[in-house]
């Protein structure tokens, strides 16, 4: 057998290279078969971060539609307002991939939290805005008092649109000694960045 | 015998580090160093595809080339034997973690293209190893990479909520950190 | 000598106690207006229970507990409330909260009180309530309510070590030290008032040694009982209860835990005499001890203030000088907070006023960049890491800072205070906290919300699958009796939608057939009801025109007459059946309506007649 390959050692090498492909590939082929994955597990845990007020300002219509698009890779991670930054720093470390800033388009970021709030003296019972809360935070029926509870609304804006007296508004909740906080102090710049943050400021005037 | 082999293994860890000493493998000890978990995940894959491929290749090498004279094709056969071993790992590591799968994204075949991986079985035919002395030696490459990678990407961390000025954020400082710990490491010249 | 040991850190500032210590206590008086927040402590406010314009007396409970971790609020003094509103309060957020506004009659009239003579007859419960119901919450610093504290624990084990906290290791707060100087007798009471409720095995009280004349006195009023009084070395904090409690006992309470874990709880000095005044005398909590002290006062002193006094009504007794203050701080220099509006009342947490002046507590300087010292871990009484706190506050790395164990430190300040580049770190941490609280808020909330969302969609789903399961029912149970209809050789039954067709076809052939009957008009036939009945009044029109007025006048006449003989018997009839009166009413309302008609038609005849006649 050397000897014939020592003849013809292009037809050795050939066959040397063929062989290990061959086997190589029926070792990758019986390995596929074996670890092959189901579902998208990633979408779930995208979702878990999302608000859940299934607004639609991403251009979806829910937050699993969306955590399914960030899954696929066919959405940015920057289009929840209701999430705003810190939503999208969360996403941002656990898909390690850059925290870009809001994108504008879909809505601006609310500093405080917002709840609906249904004027009981205009409101007709027509049952439109209860159809249209996705988590069924308005309380009523057919031609009786709607209200909307205050602990489940997640201000998500879709109740507003549908009512035909347009008796729905959107207040943001007043900070209280109780729920007040301290801030972080001011960020201090170091003496390199100065000059440079100093000329954008200058810009911006 | 036991000295032999922790000589090999501590050259490969710490006095010919693959990373700091030999600047081989630099890609993703860049690219994958930005979180800890991460750097982990990566690190684990690693190790995995060397110690195997270093198997492997000193296998195909000594009992397929040699014998049939076409040692001229290592190199070829090498990536190839490389290749299918990350391949095997991927669908490992998709099974076992999908997040990490997504998160070390297309880092993980690019191991492929390691320059690290190659290395260490180039220089096992080079250095005459037999079969245990490969196999330790890429596990100790392994291993040096791995500890490299997590100590930088621990730094990699704290340098990314300090006060960086500005030109130099992102990789330029970390560039300038890989540098530092290259220098440390050198230090361990001459140990074995 | 009692064993003591020591705990990490810590720091020795000035301690400035000097100045507030020359006088005894002062009584304060009675201020004009005094307002009491419902709320003056971390649990649930209170809820008023008078109204405006109602007189109280002195110790009438005026606002009542709300929920477990709550305690009642009484008046202070005798005298009017005027209002029940949001007043300002002494909060580092400047915001009013609800309070109720009383106004003094100068009176002072007690309510009527019921002491306990021996305690000992009363259970632990009965204890707690009295405790509970006297308003006592903590008078050192958080103000947790004293009976909640000491309340039965079912996750906790024995208490083995009873504390109390005499330390006072803040600068310039001299409070509790001048209170164990005039009233060690009473602080052991209710020291030995708790011993009865918690039964320790051991109980210290631990005081710092710049206090020897207070030591002294305490060691005479514990003469004879098991109170041990434990002299500690001075340094801040360890009044901290988790350092005092660590000094003592040489035991750390477990991150993120309370000292009953480790069966130790530790109250105040201040609370144990309140407790003492409250189960013996009956007296509720309505006054403190407030050391009013600062260079920009004429005298420095303290003051027995009752509570819900304005802090302005104590400066001024202290001889406050308004140009030489720069602020107005409620607490001492290290963990106090300033105050904006010097109208706001004394609480129960307000050990010290505290006014400097500029070069006695200058601004803070600039802050600049950390260098990375390490000073501060150094000084950290809760062997914490301040500088990677610092890091992760920064960076807002709210998973770090929880693993750095970001929620067991203190506040107490001594980090900031050793900063060599004046870093305001305690701010970092104060505001990160309320960051990650409300991250976990924020969470639970979408987490909550995500739920009612797959529940709502669950019951749409389940909704159109019912409709969806009826419906094929519906068309099942049709189908089925469509089959044994057919099978009964019922037509009709078998498949009413033809029958129906049928019956329609049936009609109109009947039609065509009377149309075809009728004489011919010369037109064609109708061919169905409708075209039968415009024929009809076609033809009678034609009748009608070819007729004289004389005729068609006739012809009217005798249709009326016709009529009005119809409505008069049904109304007849319907009299004889005794229908309903509208229907009668209805009926006769006809009937005279025609009669007007026909009388009408009568005389149109007539004169036509007559036309005619001429």
Known sequence: MYELIAQYPFLAALVALVGMGLCFGALLGFAAEKFKTEGNPISEQINAILPQTQCGQCGYPGCRPYSDAIASGDAAINRCPP?????????????????IPLDEEHGEEEQAAIVAYIREDECIGCTKCILACPVDAILGA??????????????????????????IDLLSEETTVQSWHWDLPPPTIIATDRESSLADEEKAA | MLADYSILLIGAILVNNFVLVQFLGLCPFMGVSNKLETAMGMSMATTFVLTLASACSYLSYNYLLQPLGLGYLKTISFILVIAVVVQFTEMVVRKSSPLLHRVLGVYLPLITTNCAVLGVALLNINKDHNFLQSLFYGFGAALGFSLVLVLFAAMRERLAVADVPSPFQGAAIGMVTAGLMSLAFMGFAGLV | ??????????????????????????????PAQLTYPLSQHIGAPAKPIVEVGQQVLKGEMIARADGFVSVPVHASTSGTIVAIEERMVAHPSGLPAPCIVL???????????????????????????????????GMGGAGFPAAVKLGVNPQAGKIETLVINGTECEPYITADDILMRERADEIIGGTRILQHLVEPTETLLGIEDNKPEAIAALLAAAQGTDVEIVVIPTKYPSGGERQLIEILSGKQVPSGG?????????????????????????EPLISRITTVTGEALEQPQNFEVLLGSPMRFLLDQAGFQAERSTRLVMGGPMMGFT????????????NCLLAPTETELPPPSPTQACIRCGLCADACPASLLPQQLYWFAVGKEYEKLENHKLFDCIECG???????????LVQYYRASKAEVLQARKDLAKSDHARLRYEARDERLERESLEKEAKRKARKEAAEERARQA???????????????IDRARAKKAAAQQAASDQPPTGETPPADAAQLAIAKAMAARATNSGQSPLEKAEAKLKRLRERLANSETKLQQSQAADADDTIINALQSALEKLRPKLAEAERELASLQEQNEA
């Open chain 3, 486 to 500: 057919a099978a009964a050789g019922n037509e009709a039954e078998a498949d009413p939608i033809q029958a129906a």
């Open chain 3, 1 to 30: 000598m009692r064993k003591v040991w020591d705990f990490h850190g810590g720091i020795h500032p000035a301690e400035n106690k000097y100045q507030s210590l020359h006088t005894p206590i002062r009584q304060a008086g009675i």
């Open chain 1, 142 to 167: 057919a031609k009786q008092m709607h209200t909307v509870i205050v602990s489940e609304c997640t201000g998500c804006d879709l109740c507003v649109e549908p009512c035909p007296v347009d008796c």
């Open chain 1, 83 to 99: 999430g705003g930054e810190a939503t999208i720093a969360q996403l941002a470390i656990l898909l390690d991939v850059e925290a």
């Open chain 3, 339 to 350: 105050v904006m509006d010097d109208e706001a009342p004394i609480v129960n947490t307000t």
């Open chain 3, 258 to 282: 309370l000292p009953a874990n480790i069966g130790v709880v530790c109250l105040n000095i201040g609370t144990a005499l309140a407790i003492y005044r409250a189960v013996t005398h009956g």
């Open chain 3, 103 to 137: 106004e003094s009659d100068g009176r002072d009239q007690w309510v009527e009180l019921r002491g306990i003579d021996d305690y000992h007859q009363l259970d632990k419960p009965a204890l707690l309530e009295i405790i509970r119901q006297a308003g006592i919450a």
């Open chain 3, 414 to 424: 001594a980090c900031s205070f050793v900063c060599p580049s004046s870093i305001p």
